[in-house]
C-alpha cells in the first residue's frame, strides 16, 4: 500500500514545539495556534508523523498569524508511525482506520461550531487525505486544501462539495504528476466545485512539511505552496456565518474506493465506533463543552469561598 517517499524524511517529533499550545478540544489532545476568537478557523489533518511535526507546527502558526484559529488534533493519539517500530507500515495504517479520524474530525468542527466560528478550513497531507475526503460538504467545512494527497481516486476528487485546491509534485511516486492531471480534467468536466491544481517542479511527496529548514531552496518550495493554501482559504473562508449551522442531518457514511490489491479496507460505519447520528455527535461536544464551563464555575466558587474565610479569618483581629 505505502511507497517509501510515504515515510522518508521522518521529523524529529517535540510535543512542546511552537508558538500555540497543547490542549483538551473536543476530548482529543489538540496543538491550538491562534486567537480562540477568531470566525475563521483552518484544521489540519497530519501525515503519518502526527501532531507534534514541528514543521507541521510552524505552518499552523503561519495561518494563525493571517487571522485564523488553528486546531491540528492527535488524531493518532500518540501512536505516529515509527519506522524503528515493530510494526509496518500497513498494520500500523490498520491501527488507525480512517472513519475512526473522520469521526474525531466531526467533533473537532462542531467544537469549533460550538465557539461562534463560522468558517472553516481544512488541510490534510499525503495519507491523511482519505479522513479529509469524509469532511468535504458545507455541512462541515467551506474549503479544502489537499498537499501531496495519497490514497484517493478521481471518484472521491468528484464527490468533493466544496472549492478544492490540490497541490502536487513534480517527482511524486506515490501520486504521481499524472494522477493529479487526472483529478484536474475531471474537476474540469465536471464544473460542480471551483478547484485549482498545481504541480510544483523539482520537488517529492512530502514536500511541505517535511522540508531541512537548512535547505533554502526546500524552505522557498514548501513555502510557496503555503502561501498558495493561505490565498485559497482567503478566498473562500472571508464571509460571516455557515450555511447551515446545525442545518439537516449529517452523512454518516464515508466509503473510500475500494482498495486494490495489497491495500487495506478500513471499516467505514461509524456506528462501529460507537456514534448513531449527528445529534449523538452534538450532544458530546456540548456536554465538553459544559464540562469546561462548570470547571471554570467551580474554581471560581472555590476562590470567592476562600476569600471569605480568610477575610473572616482576618477582619476580627483588626
Keep these: 500500500m505505502a511507497h517509501p517517499q510515504c515515510c522518508t524524511f521522518a521529523p524529529i517529533l517535540n510535543p512542546s514545539y511552537g508558538a500555540g499550545q497543547v490542549e483538551e478540544f473536543a476530548g482529543i489532545t489538540t496543538y491550538t495556534s491562534g486567537s480562540s476568537d477568531s470566525k475563521r478557523a483552518i484544521l489540519l ?43 509496518t507500515f500497513l498494520e500500523w495504517v490498520n491501527d488507525h482506520p480512517v472513519a475512526g479520524i473522520i469521526v474525531e474530525a466531526k467533533l473537532v468542527i462542531e467544537a469549533l461550531k460550538c465557539k461562534g466560528v463560522s468558517k472553516i478550513g481544512c488541510a490534510s497531507f499525503c495519507w491523511s487525505a482519505q479522513a479529509a475526503m469524509g469532511l468535504t460538504t458545507p455541512d462541515y467545512i467551506q474549503a479544502l486544501v489537499l498537499l501531496h494527497p495519497a490514497f484517493i481516486s478521481v471518484d472521491d476528487v468528484l464527490a468533493v462539495k466544496v472549492p478544492i485546491e490540490i497541490l502536487g509534485a513534480e517527482n511524486d511516486a506515490v501520486t504521481p504528476q499524472a494522477t493529479i492531471k487526472q483529478f484536474e480534467a475531471a474537476l474540469k468536466a465536471n464544473h460542480q466545485v471551483d478547484y485549482y491544481v498545481k504541480i510544483f517542479p523539482g520537488v517529492e511527496h512530502g514536500w511541505t512539511v517535511r522540508y531541512d529548514t537548512n535547505d533554502k531552496e526546500a524552505v522557498k518550495k514548501a513555502e510557496e505552496a503555503h502561501k498558495d493554501m493561505l490565498n485559497w482559504f482567503a478566498k473562500y473562508l472571508a464571509t460571516s456565518s455557515l450555511s447551515n449551522v446545525g442545518g439537516k442531518a449529517l452523512d454518516f457514511m464515508y466509503t473510500p474506493t475500494t482498495p486494490g490489491k495489497g491495500q487495506a479496507m478500513w471499516p467505514t460505519r461509524f456506528e462501529d465506533y460507537g456514534y448513531g447520528d449527528d445529534q449523538i455527535l452534538r450532544s458530546r461536544v456540548r456536554m465538553l463543552e459544559a464540562n469546561q464551563r462548570g470547571m471554570k464555575i467551580m474554581l471560581a466558587a472555590i476562590f470567592i469561598v476562600c476569600m471569605f474565610s480568610l477575610l473572616a479569618t482576618i477582619i476580627p483581629k483588626l
Design 45 to 87: 489533518i497530519a501525515d503519518v508523523f502526527g501532531y507534534s511535526a514541528p514543521n507541521l507546527r510552524n505552518l499552523a502558526d503561519k495561518c494563525a498569524a493571517a487571522g485564523y484559529f488553528v486546531v491540528v488534533p492527535d488524531f493518532l493519539h500518540g501512536d505516529p508511525f515509527d519506522h524503528s517500530g515493530e510494526r
